[in-house]
């Protein structure tokens, strides 16, 4: 008989299609949803990102996992009662600015995905404008930028003045993370978050925009 | 246009069509993977250097058959630029195996070297430092260039200059780029070297301003290359292409480098030294290039460690026995604590054994700014040459070992060097003097240090 700490393991090692069945025998058996998710589906992710800290596991595990883990949320999200849904309501504009890397960046995407976010990706090379834009049309929450070199910088603290001199900057949460950036950095340009980490996203969303 | 060149250009819009998704987590991973094991290419998980002939031949092979099976992806038009071996065969044997840095008396001629060879391999030193401060910027690159250990240079991207700031896509850029390229050659006219190599344009992010910089003469065939680097994990876009035809159009040497991110889609170092080798056969056919810097990174955010340096070293093998090129590796970024820690020095010194005995013709010491740590490379560089493979491995493993005083605060340049007349106070001086002691006294001898 299966346990959620089998689908752990099945999320924990990517195997999509059988990690799909058992949620689904899961459910069936009725076992309770929430510690599916909690306790199958996401821990077996946060396994995945704790072999990764420890170079025991690689950046395509990581979205391998996210696949996984984004094909049996909504077999989940199916059986919880109406009202009960782990979607957030919230909407983040995500993309890089400037810059063609897109690891980091589609990392975060998968993870605030799973968060519970509606992620609006513009992807690489954006302007500030780029980012701006969606923002206004998509009616984000927030807006999270991968910077991950130099001149990406000056094109971050264009976007924070480019959003005070469209007054609205307050409308907006900006968080921002990548490979050349600090957290005294990010303090100094005016972003309201700095993450080291991928994962960092998830948690620095739920605290700015006060999702339970 | 080269035939190989043109074939790449053809090929962008007729090769096989698939997503960029499909082809990074599923082609590419899968093939390597497999080729990996055919070939038996195995990191013992400690080693910090990959010495063995045998296994580089079969880095080699693994390769050229990953560039063969899997191709380049072109991002512009979502196909497969693929070459056949006998493509791949004749760019290898129509390389230029050996190219000139720099003009008149600061004229380098790379040469292959092969491992103990007593050509030393060339090292360029970082010149310039993070600011928008072009005075500051400029007394950087003084107190390198005079250095007399000092084979090249390669530039500190420039921020600014003042108020302009580095906007890319933008003239600002192109503006700060050509600040960058004057001080240059005005630090080099200063330390009585016109014409000394000044590496790549580091200012410039885009094709506009790379095309600019050279168009000013400020850099030009003679003192400077042209990036036509590969995107991470076997992917090319047209500005690939456009500068690599601009390269050949006005006799520029192109620049060809490889940076593979070690645990994004490599598993680890082997994999990676597999991929710097398919890039560079890659770079070879589109650009017609031959000087080479490759490189890996982490995805952990370092530049440093066993890992890094086992694939820097193992693809500098490879390609040392199968390809000849003039072959420049990335190595030290120096150490936050700055010149005055041990571990700056130590990390030079390992880069540069790792190099020599790599049968590499050149280093790229990206960290530390100093004049003194400059001539310390140059001189370990020279001092080193000569090492065999084994007595080299045992050397860094004993400078790895090797205690280290704790990590003082760091200091600007200010602090370092009398700004007036640009000589290193006694404190740098001393530390670069207990650094030739250790290394004498680990077997290394160089004309100006203790006997």
Same mark, same amino acid.
């Given at each position: 008989?299966?346990?959620?700490?089998?689908?752990?393991?099945?999320?924990?090692?990517?195997?999509?299609?059988?990690?799909?069945?058992?949620?689904?025998?899961?459910?069936?058996?009725?076992?309770?949803?929430?510690?599916?998710?909690?306790?199958?589906?996401?821990?077996?992710?946060?396994?995945?990102?704790?072999?990764?800290?420890?170079?025991?596991?690689?950046?395509?595990?990581?979205?391998?996992?996210?696949?996984?883990?984004?094909?049996?949320?909504?077999?989940?999200?199916?059986?919880?009662?109406?009202?009960? *849904?782990?979607?957030?309501?919230?909407?983040?504009?995500?993309?890089?600015?400037?810059?063609?890397?897109?690891?980091?960046?589609?990392?975060?995407?998968?993870?605030?995905?799973?968060?519970?976010?509606?992620?609006?990706?513009?992807?690489?090379?954006?302007?500030?404008?780029?980012?701006?834009?969606?923002?206004?049309?998509?009616?984000?929450?927030?807006?999270?930028?991968?910077?991950?070199?130099?001149?990406?910088?000056?094109?971050?603290?264009?976007?924070?003045?480019?959003?005070?001199?469209?007054?609205?900057?307050?409308?907006?949460?900006?968080?921002?993370?990548?490979?050349?950036? *600090?957290?005294?950095?990010?303090? *100094?340009?005016?972003?309201?978050?700095?993450?080291?980490?991928?994962?960092?996203?998830?948690?620095?969303?739920?605290?700015?925009?006060?999702?339970? | 246009?080269?035939?190989?060149?043109?074939?790449?250009?053809?090929?962008?819009?007729?090769?096989?069509?698939?997503?960029?998704?499909?082809?990074?987590?599923?082609?590419?991973?899968?093939?390597?993977?497999?080729?990996?094991?055919?070939?038996?290419?195995?990191?013992?998980?400690?080693?910090?250097?990959?010495?063995?002939?045998?296994?580089?031949?079969?880095?080699?092979?693994?390769?050229?058959?990953?560039?063969?099976?899997?191709?380049?992806?072109?991002?512009?038009?979502?196909?497969?630029?693929?070459?056949?071996?006998?493509?791949?065969?004749?760019?290898?044997?129509?390389?230029?195996?050996?190219?000139?840095?720099?003009?008149?008396?600061?004229?380098?001629?790379?040469?292959?070297?092969?491992?103990?060879?007593?050509?030393?391999?060339?090292?360029?030193?970082?010149?310039?430092?993070?600011?928008?401060?072009?005075?500051?910027?400029?007394?950087?690159?003084?107190?390198?260039?005079?250095?007399?250990?000092?084979?090249?240079?390669?530039?500190?991207?420039?921020?600014?200059?003042?108020?302009?700031? =580095?906007?890319?896509?933008?003239?600002?850029?192109?503006?700060?780029?050509?600040?960058?390229?004057?001080?240059?050659?005005?630090?080099?006219?200063?330390?009585?070297?016109?014409?000394?190599?000044?590496?790549?344009?580091?200012?410039?992010?885009?094709?506009?301003?790379?095309?600019?910089?050279?168009?000013?003469?400020?850099? =030009?065939?003679?003192?400077?290359?042209?990036?036509?680097?590969?995107?991470?994990?076997?992917?090319?876009?047209?500005?690939?292409?456009?500068?690599?035809?601009?390269?050949?159009?006005?006799?520029?040497?192109?620049?060809?480098?490889?940076?593979?991110?070690?645990?994004?889609?490599?598993?680890?170092?082997?994999?990676?030294?597999?991929?710097?080798?398919?890039?560079?056969?890659?770079?070879?056919?589109?650009?017609?290039?031959?000087?080479?810097? /490759?490189?890996?990174?982490?995805?952990?955010?370092?530049?440093?460690?066993?890992?890094?340096?086992?694939? =820097?070293?193992?693809?500098?093998?490879?390609?040392?026995?199968?390809?000849?090129?003039?072959?420049?590796?990335?190595?030290?970024?120096?150490?936050?604590?700055?010149?005055?820690?041990?571990?700056?020095?130590?990390?030079?010194?390992?880069?540069?054994?790792?190099?020599?005995?790599?049968?590499?013709?050149?280093?790229?010491? /990206?960290?530390?700014?100093?004049?003194?740590?400059?001539?310390?490379?140059?001189?370990?560089?020279?001092?080193?040459?000569?090492?065999?493979?084994?007595?080299?491995?045992?050397?860094?493993?004993?400078?790895?070992?090797?205690?280290?005083?704790?990590?003082?605060?760091?200091?600007?340049?200010?602090?370092?060097?009398?700004?007036?007349?640009?000589?290193?106070?006694?404190?740098?001086?001393?530390?670069?003097?207990?650094?030739?002691?250790?290394?004498?006294?680990?077997?290394?001898?160089?004309?100006?240090?203790?006997?």
């Amino acid at each position: 008989m299966a346990t959620i700490a089998d689908l752990r393991q099945l999320v924990s090692e990517t195997h999509t299609e059988p990690a799909e069945a058992m949620t689904r025998e899961l459910l069936a058996e009725g076992l309770d949803p929430f510690a599916i998710l909690e306790q199958g589906v996401m821990t077996g992710l946060n396994d995945v990102g704790n072999r990764f800290a420890a170079k025991k596991a690689i950046v395509l595990d990581l979205v391998r996992a996210g696949v996984t883990a984004k094909a049996c949320i909504p077999l989940i999200e199916a059986v919880l009662p109406r009202g009960e *849904s782990k979607k957030t309501e919230k909407k983040i504009v995500l993309g890089t600015m400037l810059s063609q890397h897109n690891i980091g960046k589609n990392l975060v995407g998968t993870l605030l995905s799973i968060g519970g976010f509606e992620v609006v990706d513009v992807g690489e090379k954006n302007s500030p404008w780029d980012f701006y834009e969606t923002a206004e049309s998509s009616g984000a929450d927030m807006i999270a930028v991968s910077v991950v070199f130099a001149p990406a910088m000056e094109k971050f603290t264009e976007l924070v003045d480019l959003l005070k001199e469209m007054k609205v900057r307050e409308k907006y949460r900006i968080i921002v993370g990548g490979a050349v950036t *600090s957290e005294k950095w990010a303090a *100094s340009e005016e972003a309201d978050g700095w993450g080291s980490q991928a994962k960092d996203a998830v948690d620095l969303a739920r605290d700015l925009l006060r999702v339970e | 246009m080269s035939k190989l060149l043109w074939e790449a250009i053809q090929r962008s819009t007729t090769g096989q069509l698939m997503a960029e998704e499909k082809f990074e987590t599923e082609l590419f991973p899968t093939v390597l993977a497999d080729l990996q094991a055919k070939h038996k290419i195995e990191w013992d998980g400690e080693s910090p250097i990959m010495a063995d002939p045998d296994l580089a031949d079969a880095i080699f092979q693994a390769g050229k058959e990953l560039l063969l099976e899997v191709g380049l992806y072109c991002k512009n038009t979502r196909r497969i630029v693929k070459f056949t071996a006998e493509e791949i065969e004749e760019a290898i044997r129509t390389a230029r195996t050996e190219i000139t840095l720099g003009k008149d008396r600061q004229a380098i001629t790379i040469s292959p070297r092969a491992p103990g060879d007593p050509q030393h391999p060339y090292t360029f030193f970082p010149a310039g430092t993070l600011t928008t401060d072009i005075e500051l910027y400029k007394t950087h690159a003084k107190v390198v260039m005079q250095e007399p250990t000092c084979d090249g240079v390669i530039p500190i991207p420039l921020y600014g200059v003042g108020d302009v700031k =580095n906007i890319a896509d933008s003239p600002a850029q192109t503006l700060v780029c050509l600040t960058e390229a004057q001080i240059m050659n005005e630090a080099a006219m200063w330390a009585g070297k016109p014409g000394l190599f000044l590496g790549i344009p580091m200012s410039a992010t885009t094709p506009l301003t790379l095309m600019s910089a050279f168009g000013s003469g400020l850099y =030009n065939k003679h003192n400077c290359t042209l990036p036509v680097q590969i995107i991470q994990d076997m992917r090319i876009d047209y500005d690939r292409l456009n500068l690599a035809f601009f390269a050949e159009q006005h006799g520029i040497e192109p620049w060809m480098s490889s940076s593979p991110a070690l645990y994004a889609y490599l598993t680890g170092p082997e994999q990676a030294a597999m991929e710097i080798i398919a890039h560079t056969l890659g770079m070879l056919a589109y650009s017609g290039g031959s000087l080479t810097q /490759a490189m890996s990174i982490s995805v952990h955010g370092t530049y440093i460690g066993s890992d890094i340096s086992w694939c =820097n070293s193992a693809a500098a093998l490879a390609a040392e026995r199968n390809l000849k090129l003039p072959w420049v590796t990335f190595g030290s970024m120096g150490n936050p604590a700055g010149p005055l820690s041990d571990e700056a020095w130590f990390q030079v010194a390992i880069a540069c054994i790792s190099a020599c005995i790599s049968g590499m013709e050149g280093l790229w010491l /990206a960290g530390g700014s100093t004049g003194v740590e400059a001539r310390w490379a140059g001189e370990m560089a020279r001092a080193a040459a000569t090492l065999k493979p084994k007595e080299g491995v045992e050397m860094i493993k004993k400078a790895l070992a090797a205690e280290r005083a704790p990590d003082p605060a760091p200091v600007s340049l200010r602090a370092l060097y009398d700004m007036k007349t640009l000589r290193p106070c006694d404190e740098l001086v001393g530390q670069y003097r207990k650094f030739t002691r250790i290394f004498t006294e680990l077997g290394l001898s160089y004309p100006s240090w203790p006997h």
